[in-house]
């Protein structure tokens, strides 16, 4: 029995627990706003806000339903455009209109209920922040820069709206309707998610955002283990010099946590470059980690930070060590990951990620690569780590190169040497994100771009090297 | 009845962009998949080929029919009718029998009283192919003498002549990729059985007429059994024009069978690998200037990729050979274009409909003389554009040409000089970030090709009440149409907007429709508007004045809903009148008839007038390239665009970014991949990719070149559905130059989508 609130609407269904809220949405409670594009997150036709509790406060955030097990919405509010609808338009909706942001209609929903979450996240308010919150939105037919031009004077619009408990202002200002004043009271009375005791024929779920891109027809009719919400699994602490993330975190928290943000002062810029914001809303970096795509940007990522991962079994290894062969990982059926660690980089150390697709954001890496380089005063690579993605059978630790590279200075001959190992490390394979030469020239680009950001002038070494 | 008043008094309706969006934003609007299941619907699921070529050795299907929850597994031989869906050339079978072409291509249909039954029964049946040999590339298909139809030829001049008198000839080979149409509703259909062994179909098409006769002839039955309903589409794009057809037909078939609803909508991962694209062209090119650059003479030979059956290619063919000149003024001109079959899914019409991919190669060609000769493109293009008086390779007389007009307002603002220096500066200046800029003019041909189509019929009705129903063989699928059409309702009658409603698309109210495409649906369906909103006033005027006993010659008309006798307003309005007008027996009723005058078209010479009119404009496009990465950002599109007297600027602007931002992902990004075995690689969204907010330009500006010149589009407002697209091959022209601006020395061939790997490649490759 899953318990939710939809809309104004209480909910108790017995379906599959693995069965999307699309489907739940569309097909059990005929609320047809809601569009099915594509079933595997990329178009975000299928948008829905998701109100929960984080720290004790009651928080949306849009998320696109074919990708969200029924299990992940227990004791949440699922918000449909049905569940914004009032006698008139809402704000969101009329600056949709009013900037002709709508011709065919079928991927408008999306953006005014992604719109509708920004009006609603008081940590947003700049024109920025409102095309950050529909950049997993898709529209074939408008070019953008109408909607542009919605997303512009909703974000003037709300200059005025209180920085916390904003829903009494948002309801006077016709945002969401009046029920929604009360929501927070009727969740405070659903149970909080169960979670069911680990066994063979239970599939563990976390956002979902890659087994049902993947086994769609395995998970909907699956019973499932809710990691997404289990509050042991949700945590970013860092103790004495060591991060430490539950394995639930999702790219947003992990993006949004002050902790990071002291860290890597550019975090923001790099998880633009990862998936979308309705994604990064409920993908965990733990399930980027089991899903061992080539090329996992998140994994990538912490690769290059010399991650390690916790088990439930208590077992402890590198992240680098996870890795076997295609799809394969050192891991047993029942080993669920429990937490991810890295060392707090050394005083110094330059951190970088890069990725290049066809299209810049919301898609799929040609290669990406992840770099932590600390050089002493001298200019001596103190220590080293280097990722690539897309380059082999799975997210690849370049640890030859990086050995290579500790204890040396980065002379144009050592960074031409590194290109060599690092060429004979890797082994693409040509597919439709590009072919296996592309593939080795650009991790030679990539790398050179990691050197760059150390302030090295790389211009003339891309003279010298002939691709 | 004078109403030239109503549009102007009334600002509001020149932004009025539609009844439908209201309901858009509210997620109230109703596609194929919402509409309510009625009791016992079945799903219908297409089970496809999984190779591109063989014959089917055995078909095995018995345990899948036999699983709980399927009703019946159709395969060729439970066609009623014909099996056969070929619009143009009857060469497509619904059901593959005995042998499959293409990937994808449907073999049987499950029917089945779940998804998951379906679902399971697919997986269950057994098929045993014995491969052929498989053909990807159009130049193969044509060295193995493998053409979907005959070949065409558009000359004018002598070309071979002309050449000897060139002071430059350059030659050069040119290849485009197809595209995904990616409508975001995907294709589907919904049909149920009604009395008299008749067939009612919800279809998201472009083409109702279609739909009924494919339905029609599938089943057997008369296109009067079969009525085709389309109350708007989630995008079209030229992808429901013809391939809407063979999912309507499916739906159809279960339920004229099994006497059920039946309802087939394609998931999307069916939809991309099942469903034809923009034709890919192969094509190669000879180019001949004077020393003054004046472009004497021009060959160009295209090798169309059609797939594996007709569908729209001979069409699309055409109008490649149409625009192979592009806005230029050539002479002498031989272009020659061949449709070669490949053992691809069918490829269909997209926006542009050929013309694009025409015009491309003339851009390359002129591109590669100007890198040749040391030039900028933009001093060879402006000096070719076309005039009134030229002549255009298929015959017809350029008249009330803006192809100089638009290009020089964009120069007076832009100044390229300018641009020149301002890029040139900043290349010297950076290393590893380069900028590039290009000028793409247009000029597209308004009219189907196929003189036959250029017909339309709309049925107006005056309900007693005042209020008003249009209905037209228009389909609106975005584009504005249902607004168009009401406001030229409006117009005509004196009415205010709120009066009147735009019924659905259905083959009952409106008969023989031609498809929503070639930019024509507003011009061929708002004139039909037109037509009967005429009728019903040469009655009504009469009536008015002799029931308020109003002088013969004197000049009554509505404002507003208001009576205007003389220019002066009365105190009588629409709605008493009408009520009178139907208690005194006035027919308010009319089916209008529009058929484009002028438009001929002669086959066997290749010769004729075939447009009603021309479209034109030029774009300047800028963008920056980092050389490190091979990734760019296109900086600005500014366009100046030939609107005529735009009647709603608000959709127009709309169809211009919308077909503008397609067409320069056309350009960049959105690459077809099919491997050697014609299997598609970019299968998904998420590996074919087209433009997110983040990658269109950061600035698109676009002013209408206003013209009042008499023309035959509605209102003098010019047809725009497609000609912006074509903008959007200046995107890959300035970033083919901002990476030259890196390395003159590239190897960058002439291979458009030019993706951030043909970029990093051409960066650092050498001749």
């Known amino acids: 029995m899953i318990e939710f609130i939809l809309n104004n609407q209480h909910i108790k269904t017995t379906q599959p627990s693995g069965s999307t809220v699309l489907d739940f949405v569309r097909y059990h409670k005929r609320l047809m706003g809601t569009k099915v594009g594509c079933r595997e997150g990329d178009c975000g036709a299928c948008t829905v806000l998701v109100g929960s509790f984080e720290n004790n406060k009651l928080v949306y955030r849009n998320m696109t339903s074919c990708l969200m097990p029924l299990t992940n919405v227990q004791g949440k509010h699922i918000v449909t455009v049905e569940g914004i609808n009032q006698s008139e338009l809402t704000p969101v909706q009329q600056a949709m209109i009013d900037t002709n942001g709508t011709q065919c209609g079928f991927c408008t929903i999306g953006f005014v209920m992604s719109l509708t979450g920004f009006v609603m996240n008081e940590t947003c308010c700049s024109y920025t922040d409102a095309i950050k919150a529909i950049d997993g939105n898709i529209c074939r037919c408008t070019g953008y820069k109408s909607i542009e031009k919605a997303a512009n004077i909703l974000s003037n619009k709300i200059t005025e709206r209180p920085t916390s408990n904003a829903t009494e202002w948002l309801v006077e200002n016709k945002f969401i309707p009046e029920y929604f004043k009360n929501i927070e009271d009727r969740l405070r009375l659903i149970p909080n998610p169960v979670s069911q005791p680990n066994s063979s024929d239970v599939l563990p779920i976390g956002g979902g955002t890659d087994l049902n891109v993947q086994k769609h027809h395995l998970v909907k009719k699956s019973e499932t283990l809710n990691l997404f919400d289990n509050p042991s699994l949700k945590y970013i602490t860092q103790v004495t010099d060591e991060i430490k993330i539950g394995a639930s975190v999702t790219v947003a928290a992990f993006e949004e946590s002050t902790i990071i943000q002291n860290i890597l002062p550019d975090i923001k810029k790099y998880t633009k470059l990862i998936s979308s914001s309705p994604i990064r809303n409920m993908a965990t970096i733990a399930g980027n980690f089991v899903n061992a795509s080539p090329i996992g940007d998140m994994t990538i990522f912490m690769l290059a930070l010399n991650a390690k991962v916790v088990f439930n079994s208590g077992r402890e290894i590198y992240l680098k060590d996870l890795y076997k062969g295609y799809k394969q990982l050192d891991k047993t059926k029942e080993e669920l990951i429990q937490e991810i660690s890295f060392k707090l980089p050394i005083t110094g150390s330059v951190f970088n990620f890069e990725k290049v697709s066809k299209r810049t954001h919301l898609d799929i890496a040609s290669v990406n690569s992840a770099c932590l380089l600390k050089l002493n005063n001298e200019g001596i690579i103190e220590s080293a780590h280097l990722s690539a993605g897309g380059v082999g059978p799975y997210p690849t630790y370049l640890t030859k190169t990086a050995t290579f590279l500790t204890g040396k200075k980065l002379t144009d001959d050592v960074i031409e040497q590194a290109i060599n190992i690092m060429q004979n490390e890797v082994s693409p394979i040509s597919d439709a994100r590009g072919t296996k030469e592309y593939k080795r020239l650009l991790l030679r680009q990539l790398f050179l771009a990691h050197i760059q950001k150390q302030g090295v002038e790389v211009f003339n070494l891309l003279n010298d090297i002939s691709a | 009845m004078s109403t030239k008043k109503t549009i102007s008094d009334s600002k509001d309706i020149k932004s009025f962009t539609g009844p439908d969006f209201y309901n858009h934003v509210a997620g109230k609007s109703i596609y194929v998949d919402d509409i309510p299941a009625m009791e016992g619907m079945l799903f219908v699921k297409v089970f496809d080929s999984v190779i591109a070529h063989g014959k089917i050795l055995s078909l095995d299907y018995t345990a899948a029919e036999q699983l709980e929850g399927v009703v019946k597994i159709f395969s060729a031989k439970d066609i009623t009718g014909e099996n056969q869906i070929g619009g143009i050339i009857p060469d497509e079978p619904l059901l593959a029998d005995g042998e499959v072409h293409f990937c994808g291509q449907p073999v049987l249909l499950i029917a089945a009283e779940t998804e998951d039954a379906a679902e399971e029964a697919y997986h269950k049946i057994k098929v045993e192919y014995d491969p052929l040999p498989v053909i990807t590339n159009p130049r193969e298909a044509f060295a193995k003498g493998k053409l979907l139809t005959s070949s065409r030829k558009f000359q004018l001049g002598d070309t071979t002549a002309a050449f000897k008198n060139c002071t430059y000839v350059f030659e050069g080979t040119t290849e485009v990729n197809g595209q995904e149409h990616l409508y975001l509703e995907t294709q589907g259909a919904y049909a149920y059985p009604t009395e008299h062994n008749s067939v009612r179909v919800y279809s998201s098409t472009q083409g109702p007429t279609q739909v009924q006769k494919t339905v029609a002839r599938v089943l057997g039955i008369g296109m009067n059994q079969v009525e085709v309903d389309v109350a708007r589409l989630g995008g079209g794009f030229g992808g429901k024009e013809d391939q809407a057809s063979a999912y309507a037909a499916m739906a159809a078939l279960v339920a004229y069978v099994l006497k059920k609803p039946a309802k087939c909508i394609l998931n999307r991962m069916e939809d991309m690998r099942m469903t034809g694209k923009r034709n890919p062209y192969s094509s190669d090119f000879k180019i001949g200037l004077d020393k003054e650059l004046k472009i004497l003479a021009y060959e160009v030979t295209h090798y169309q990729n059609g797939g594996a059956a007709a569908d729209l290619s001979p069409a699309i063919l055409e109008r490649t050979l149409f625009h192979s000149t592009n806005s230029y003024n050539i002479p002498n001109v031989l272009a020659t274009a061949h449709s070669c079959k490949t053992n691809l899914p069918p490829n269909t019409a997209f926006r542009g409909f050929g013309g694009p991919q025409g015009m491309y190669v003339m851009e390359c060609a002129i591109d590669y003389v100007a890198k040749q000769l040391g030039v900028t493109a933009d001093i060879i293009q402006r000096k070719n554009l ?114 009147i409603k735009v019924e659905s698309t259905n083959t009952s109210r409106v008969v023989n429709t031609s498809p929503s495409a070639a930019s024509s649906t507003a011009d061929l369906n708002g004139k039909a508007v037109q037509d009967a909103c005429k009728q019903i006033q040469e009655r009504l005027v009469p009536f ?224």
């Open chain 2, 386 to 499: 076309l005039k009134d008086g030229d002549e255009f390779s298929y015959g017809q007389i350029v008249s009330a040409c803006e192809a100089e007009s638009c290009w020089d307002k964009l120069e007076k603002e832009v100044s390229i000089e300018k641009i020149k220096e301002e890029i040139n500066a900043f290349n010297k200046e950076n290393k590893l970030i380069k900028k590039g800029y290009s000028l793409m003019p247009i000029c597209f041909g308004i009219s189907f090709t196929n003189t036959m189509l250029n017909q339309a019929r709309a049925l107006v009705h005056v309900y007693l009440d005042g209020s008003i129903g249009v209905s037209t063989g228009g389909v609106e699928m975005g584009q504005g149409l249902n607004a168009k059409m009401m406001q030229v309702a409006a117009k005509e009658f004196g009415v205010s907007l709120i009066r």
């Open chain 2, 544 to 767: 008015i004045k002799q029931e308020l006993s109003i002088g013969i010659n004197d000049t009554i008309y509505f404002v507003q809903d208001i009576l205007y006798v003389n220019g002066i307003a009365t105190t009588h309005n629409w709605k008493q009148l009408i009520a009178i007008a139907y208690v005194k027996r006035i027919n308010l009723s009319a089916k209008g008839h529009y058929a484009t005058p002028v438009i001929n078209f002669d086959k066997t010479t290749e010769k004729g007038h075939p447009f009603a009119y021309h479209v034109y404009g030029t774009a300047l496009t800028k963008v920056t390239v980092d050389c490190l990465r091979g990734t760019y950002e296109l900086d600005t599109v500014k366009i100046v665009h030939d609107a005529g007297a735009s009647m709603n600027p608000a959709v127009d602007i709309g169809q211009c970014e919308g077909g503008l931002v397609q067409g320069i992902g056309w350009m960049t990004m959105e690459e077809v991949v099919y491997n050697e075995n014609g299997k598609l690689l970019s299968n998904a969204l998420s590996t074919y990719k087209i433009p997110d907010i983040y990658s269109v330009p950061n600035e698109i500006d676009i002013e209408f070149l206003k013209t009042e010149k008499d023309n035959l589009a509605i209102l003098k407002s010019k047809a725009v559905g497609e000609p912006p697209l074509m903008y959007g091959i200046g995107a890959y022209f300035a970033i083919r130059n901002a990476v030259l601006a890196f390395n003159p020395n590239t190897n960058i061939t002439y291979h458009a989508p030019i993706t951030p790997e043909k970029v990093l490649m051409g960066l650092y490759s050498k001749k």
